[in-house]
């Protein structure tokens, strides 16, 4: 499976100078946040694959104007193409604002996903904008990694981590890590193109999104949906 990865600066190679030959054979786009609603509309317009995105740090646009014909996937397991994708998007709150969390926020959007990820066996990719602690941040607090994420990878073992946040131009740039959980680490910025193994049959099938049954019908629960099987208490 070849997967196209995009995340906070806009290519010109991808989009001024747009050629279908630039993006044969792409199965998949994911996008780590920060890029304008219209360059993601262009993309899965002209690639005609499915394009999965997580909200950057800067990106309060998607509030009035979401990308259309893209799937957010934030804070939910969403599956495409066999592969189980957890969407986490946002950087470290360094002041107030949206799309910024503290340590203990993110934390307690993962707790919230308990349930989803004991029926789903886990994941195989974590879509977000801001870096793991310790791997790809930097020390500044707005660049600052989330600690919580390397307690998920430690717990769950992710094949893959998708995240953007720290641009080549900050200096002592790394594309890629390696995680001690085994998990692969790629910074998205810009573009870059991976390839995965077709991924195999999951002895799980689960609803494509539990976003909706968990997260919406939890929110929105009434007494006479105690009974309900999709609410996971």
Not at 62 to 81: A, F, L, T
Request: hydrophobic share 35%; aromatic share 12%; glycine share 8%.
């Amino acid at each position: 499976m070849k997967i196209l990865l995009i995340s906070d600066t806009e290519d010109s190679y991808l989009y001024d100078y747009y050629s279908p030959a630039a993006l044969k054979g792409i199965d998949l786009i994911l996008s780590a946040g920060d890029l304008s609603p219209k360059y993601l509309e262009f993309l899965v317009t002209m690639v005609n694959v499915p394009l999965l995105y997580v909200r950057g740090n800067h990106d309060s646009i998607y509030d009035s104007q979401p990308p259309e014909g893209c799937i957010c996937v934030e804070n939910e397991i969403y599956q495409c193409k066999g592969l189980r994708i957890l969407g986490l998007g946002g950087s470290m709150r360094y002041h107030p604002g949206k799309n910024m969390y503290t340590e203990a926020q993110m934390r307690r959007r993962i707790f919230m996903l308990s349930a989803p990820l004991k029926i789903t066996g886990g994941f195989d990719i974590l879509l977000t904008h801001a870096p793991a602690r310790g791997y790809g941040d930097m020390e500044d607090l707005p660049h600052k990694g989330f600690e919580c994420f390397n307690t998920l990878m430690d717990t769950w073992h992710p094949s893959l981590m998708v995240f953007g946040h720290v641009h080549q131009e900050y200096g002592d740039f790394v594309r890629e890590h390696r995680h001690p959980s085994g998990t692969r680490l790629i910074n998205a910025y810009k573009r870059t193109i991976i390839e995965i193994p077709d991924p195999e049959k999951k002895s799980r099938t689960m609803p494509q999104s539990f976003y909706y049954s968990y997260m919406q019908r939890r929110r929105f629960k009434t007494k006479d949906d105690d009974s309900d099987p999709l609410i996971y208490k």
